[in-house]
C-alpha cells in the first residue's frame, strides 16, 4: 500500500511539471544577441538609398546589418528594398550617434514587426500620415500601449505636436506643444 502511495504522489508531481515550458511556440526571438545595443522602437518616416529615418535618428543600412522581419514565430531576411514609410521597427546598434539634425547612427540589426499588433500599429500610423497635413519630420517619445499609440512629433512647420492614435479606429487627438 505504501508504494502504491509513494507511486501515485510521484505521477501527480510529475504530470504537474508538464514538459511543455513556459515560452510559446511562436515567440518571437532574433537569430542574433541584442541585448547589448542602443534600440529604437518606432516608425520608418522616410526611406532612402543607404538608410532610413526611423523616429528621430537616421540608420544607415548595409550588407552588414542583420535586416528581418519577425512576427508570427518566424524570421526572415528582408531586402533593403522592402522598407516602407510607416512600417513599426526596431533599430539596434553598438556604435556612436553623430549628435546632428536628425541624429545618425549605423544599424547593426534592423527588425520590421510583422506580428498582428504591429501589423495594426503600423496600419493606424500610415492612415495618420495619410490624413495629417503637417506631416512629421521627427518623432520623439514614441510610446506603445494597448490599443494606443502616444508621440510627440515636430513637424515641417518646426512646430510640436502630442499625438495620441487609436489602432482600432485611427482616430487620434492631437496637441500643439507649448515651449
Known amino acids: 500500500m505504501r508504494k502504491w502511495i509513494i507511486c501515485a504522489a510521484s505521477a501527480m508531481f510529475l504530470g504537474a511539471c508538464g514538459t511543455g515550458g513556459t515560452a ?21 518616416l522616410e526611406t532612402e538609398d543607404g538608410g532610413v529615418l526611423v523616429n528621430d535618428v537616421f540608420y544607415s543600412l548595409d550588407e552588414n546589418t542583420h535586416l528581418v522581419s519577425l512576427g508570427n514565430g518566424s524570421e526572415k531576411e528582408l531586402p533593403p ?7 513599426r521597427v526596431t533599430a539596434c546598434h553598438s556604435g556612436s550617434v ?34 495629417e497635413e503637417e506631416k512629421p519630420l521627427l518623432i520623439n517619445q514614441a510610446e506603445f500601449g494597448q490599443k494606443k499609440i502616444r508621440f510627440d512629433y515636430t513637424a515641417v512647420s518646426n512646430r510640436g505636436y502630442r499625438v495620441v492614435l487609436d489602432t482600432d479606429t485611427h482616430e487620434y487627438s492631437k496637441e500643439p506643444i507649448e515651449e
Open 24 to 44: 510559446s511556440p511562436d515567440a518571437d526571438r532574433l537569430s542574433v544577441p541584442v541585448e547589448e545595443m542602443e534600440k529604437t522602437e518606432g516608425f520608418i
Open 81 to 87: 528594398d522592402g522598407l516602407e514609410e510607416g512600417m
Open 98 to 131: 553623430a549628435l546632428s539634425l536628425p541624429a545618425r547612427a549605423y544599424a547593426d540589426v534592423f527588425v520590421v514587426h510583422k506580428d498582428q499588433e504591429a501589423a495594426q500599429q503600423a496600419e493606424a500610423f500610415r492612415a495618420f500620415l495619410d490624413a
